[in-house]
């Protein structure tokens, strides 16, 4: 595939699965915005020395003896005769962000380690090869995760940060000048093998499919930025992780081939805040494959049907890259896409700076109410270990909540982990909560989630990573209460007070809309009769010439109002201690307060013009088949959305992901241990919670007087009218596994 893209590419054919949304080039603002871009990317550290460079060559090296003598020892310690040891091989690859090139100082190297038939992933990898490595000075930090989805082991050689996977091959032999692109290294792999062959070949088939080169790296340092400042980075947690964002923007790259880095980062925002999801991104058709091998396919997958943001790798078997993405994390990263396009907006109408669309996301400031996951083992190694495993759990934990409310309480989880210096041993993870938006308020609502909670720690303590001493409590904080060493130098920002302003500027889905409207009323006139033949030239310029029509359009319809009853809404979260927590002049800066949507709205008309896209019915069919095509269209603002609009409609070949409503948890995920006689109590307490939740819409405060109670100590909810709102949760920390 590899060499046909590149023929394509000299050919003038486009690269992808669609024609270019344009082909036009730079001009001299592109060129001068891209040059700030560029200075701001430098200024922010992402480029390392020529020294640390040097380093990196100097332990990837070093590894690849070390992994040569490892397959020599285990060949002659499973008996092989002295040739076979000494032709015995195995090679390192690289892959992810050091081979795409855009790794920054201090960063992961991605690194798969190719060993012979021979050579098994649970014995000779996770036992001999660990054994190895934790005998060396040079190694430090040594973490296996051996029941990831795709298994790694992490460490720092030299102070290099590592990140090992594992392939065995039916081969032998590895020979030194192995490709594993070539698909005939799939024969007879097992699935994890395949999995991290993927890595591999996915970024080598990237840098083939995408037009240019350079352009694309320095989009995607900047995205990478972007989503590590903005909280949206991190596979584990259920955003997108480094090849996701890769693929996203490898597809930007292919629907704006001549285009330079600044304008590609403002069409990365504009196209995916239109994005239908769950249409799938991809950057080449499907291939069945030689090999018989699954991939992505929801028409005959059902798995494939529940994936919430479809991002498709290029490499067979072409797999879906994103399955960790939720409802929550969904929307989080769909509002931030929402800020983002509005930023360059006003980036390309030069009433902005780059550092506005970087401005990192005051995640302890945008919630009233916090989940605190703290872990705590006997010993670093032990801590390190127990953090991996937790760490790689957390996501069902989210899937759990969102399933047991009916997704009513929504989850929003922190990337990061913090340690609090005052304790040994110690780390901590956070996630945001809040209401469904849209969602209606009842004044006796409760949200029962203490019976997941415990079904969720009881669950994470059955791995054989297990030993005395590793400990989870999960409890509930308000916003006033986030302990100081989560923020940098533990100091507590100011909070930033904003007045509830009744009228707001429109989203840009709702300039999108009007724009599509307008486009369409100039097409086939505003009863649906098509315009006259000498219309067409008015349509033409009314299109070129979008933006001052916008203005006009914009001025005389009523703007997306921010709601009084926000405030209140957000409120059903109460202090039970006595104290009121209503702001009731304060706005959280937070994404439900920036992206509206919510049945709250005070003006019925601005809440009608915010959720008119994607538009659906007639009117959207005669946008896309009425009047000339997009491709005659100049192409300004408002031919570049029907452009948009277009593209992202109907997904290739028909490959739509169908939601069928709850994320996916598999009952593979609570090993079949936990379903004991305590573990059954807890699950017939889960249905009855679940049920009185859809009796009563409850929602229940976590009460700071359940934080030290036992589970066994808690009574069901009583289904009796609360004064206040609350959520339930049961809080006890897990120090041994049940009998």
Known sequence: MGSSSINKRSRGQHLGVTEPISLTGPTESDVIK?????????????????????????????????????????????????????????????????????????????TLLVGPRHATREEDFFTEFYRILSEMPEVTELQPVPDAHVPVMKFKFSGVSIDLLY???????????????????????????????????????????VPNIQNF????????????????????????????????????????????PSMLVSRFFRVFTQWRWPNPVMLCEIEEGPLGLPVWDPRRNYRDRLHQMPIITPAYPCMNSSYNV???????????????????????????????LFEPYPFFDAYKNYLEIGITAKNEHDLRQWKGWI?????????????????????????????????????????????????????????????????????????PLWKPGMEIQVSHIKRRNVPLFVFPGGVRPPRAIKTVSTEARPTSKARASIMSQAAYENLVGPNGVPSVADEESKVRRFLSDSREVE????????????????????????????????????????RKR?????????????????????????????????????????????????????????PSAGLTALPAGADELEQSEIPSQVKDSASEAVEGRVGASHARFCQTGALEELEPSELSASFSDIPPAAPTVQRKPIIRLSLTTIGKKNP
Not at 222 to 247: E, T
Not at 620 to 637: F, K, N, R
């Open 34 to 110: 891209t040059r700030e871009l560029e200075k701001y990317l430098v200024d922010a550290g992402l480029y390392e020395s020529q020294e640390e460079a040097v380093e990196r060559e100097e332990v990837l090296g070093r590894l690849d003896q070390i992994v040569k003598a490892w397959v020599k020892k285990i060949s002659r310690a499973k008996g092989f005769n002295e040739q076979v040891v000494q032709e015995a091989n195995a090679k390192i690859f690289t892959f992810g962000s050091y081979r795409l090139g855009v790794h920054g100082p201090g960063a992961d190297i991605d």
């Open 167 to 209: 392939a065995k091959l039916s081969l032998w032999v590895i020979p030194e000048d192995l490709d594993v692109s070539q698909d005939s290294i799939l024969q007879n792999a097992d699935e994890q093998t395949v999995r991290s062959l993927n890595g591999c070949r996915v970024t080598d088939q990237i840098l083939r499919l």
């Open 217 to 260: 790296r320095t989009t995607l340092r900047c995205m990478r930025l972007w989503a590590k400042r903005r909280g949206v980075y991190s596979n584990v947690s259920g955003f997108l992780g480094g090849i996701n964002w890769a693929l996203l923007v490898a597809r930007i790259c292919q629907l704006y081939p001549n285009a330079f």
């Open 326 to 356: 939720s409802t929550s994390t969904l929307r989080i990263m769909t509002e931030e896409f929402q800020r983002g396009n509005e930023i360059c907006e006003e980036i390309e109408a030069n009433k902005a700076e780059w550092d506005s």
């Open 391 to 463: 760490e790689s759990r957390l996501r069902t934990l989210t899937l759990k909540i969102e399933k047991a409310t009916s997704g009513m309480l929504q989850c929003h989880p922190h990337p990061g982990n913090f340690s609090d210096s005052s304790r040994q041993f110690h780390y901590c993870f956070f996630m945001g909560l809040s209401r469904k938006q849209g969602a209606p308020v009842h004044e006796a609502e409760q949200f029962d989630i203490r019976t997941t909670v415990e079904e969720f720690k009881s669950s994470v303590q059955y791995t």
């Open 551 to 590: 203005a006009h359009l914009l001025s005389n319809l009523p703007f997306e109002a921010s709601s009084k009853s926000e405030a209140s809404a957000e409120t059903s979260f109460e202090d039970t201690t006595g104290s009121s927590s209503k702001d009731t002049n304060i706005v959280d800066d937070s």
């Open 594 to 650: 920036k992206f509206s949507g919510d049945s709250t709205d005070t003006n019925p008309d601005a809440k009608r013009v915010a959720l008119s896209l994607p538009a659906e019915g007639p009117e959207e069919a005669a946008v896309h088949t009425t009047g000339p095509a997009v491709s005659e269209i100049p192409m300004g603002l408002g031919a570049e959305t029907l452009a948009i609009e277009k593209l992202t409609a109907v």
